[in-house]
């Protein structure tokens, strides 16, 4: 599976976009890449995933590089209750293979 | 929460004793997963199953045995608890090619 780094935190302003980088250089081709938030004593959710294509639901957008090394998770208009981590996992997928997980990003949304 | 129950939600023991953690999902999912996250290590998996009574050792798996006689049930057992084995634990389930999906942890505090 592949090592992610993220940074560890990051600040926006409410209603502003918050664009989250992932960097996943080590990523095979048919890993995707997985988008997971964890809101204080939760259990992490999952927000989106891809391989290749960029995606969007009605979360967030993830827009993932042409040579997949990295990807951008985006809250289009962050609002306070965003505050979260936010994990980037890679996955193969139809796999139960350990995956790992790194510290994620601290997201602070401010008024 | 993707239809899993973790119990009990809180649990105080002291050492030496044993623990059972439960973790039910009403998903019908294959795969199943416990996690234990402590402050600057992340998410790290313990144990995880691929159907009933199969099963297999995560990357902190000592001290820790687990069992999943129905599909629905993954059962963690601390043998003998100890100071370390304080931590919020996760289950997580999944099925073929689709996302994880967290329960909202146990929290064990062992005295």
């Known amino acids: 599976d592949a090592k992610t780094t993220q940074p560890p935190s990051m600040d926006c302003a409410e209603g502003r976009a918050a664009n989250l980088p992932c960097n996943h250089s080590?990523?095979?081709?048919?890993?995707?890449v997985y988008w997971y938030r964890q809101i204080h004593s939760q259990g992490p959710q999952y927000i989106i995933h891809?391989?290749?294509?960029?995606e969007t639901n009605e979360m967030a957008s993830l827009i993932i590089t042409e040579d997949r090394k990295s990807s951008t998770l985006i809250l289009p208009h962050a609002t306070l209750r965003d505050t979260a981590v936010y994990y980037c996992?890679?996955?193969?997928?139809?796999?139960?293979?350990?995956?790992?997980w790194g510290l994620g990003t601290s997201l602070a949304v401010n008024p | 929460d993707a239809g899993i129950t973790q119990s009990p939600r809180h649990k105080v023991t002291e050492t030496g004793t044993p623990v059972t953690l439960r973790c039910h999902q009403t998903?019908?999912?294959?795969?199943m997963y416990w996690y234990r996250q402590d402050p600057g290590h992340g998410l790290r998996l313990i144990h995880y199953s691929y159907g009933v009574k199969d099963t297999d050792k995560g990357e902190v798996s000592d001290g820790y045995s687990v069992s999943r006689s129905k599909t629905e049930d993954f059962l963690l057992t601390l043998e003998s608890a100890t100071s370390s084995q304080t931590s919020v634990y996760f289950c997580?389930?999944?099925?073929?090619?689709?996302?994880?999906?967290f329960g909202n942890g146990t929290r064990l505090t062992v005295t």
């Open positions: 996992i890679g996955l193969l997928a139809g796999n139960n293979r350990k995956l790992i």
């Open positions: 891809g391989l290749k294509n960029n």
């Open positions: 080590t990523i095979s081709g048919n890993e995707y």
């Open positions: 998903e019908n999912h294959r795969y």
């Open positions: 997580a389930i999944r099925d073929l090619n689709s996302p994880l999906h």
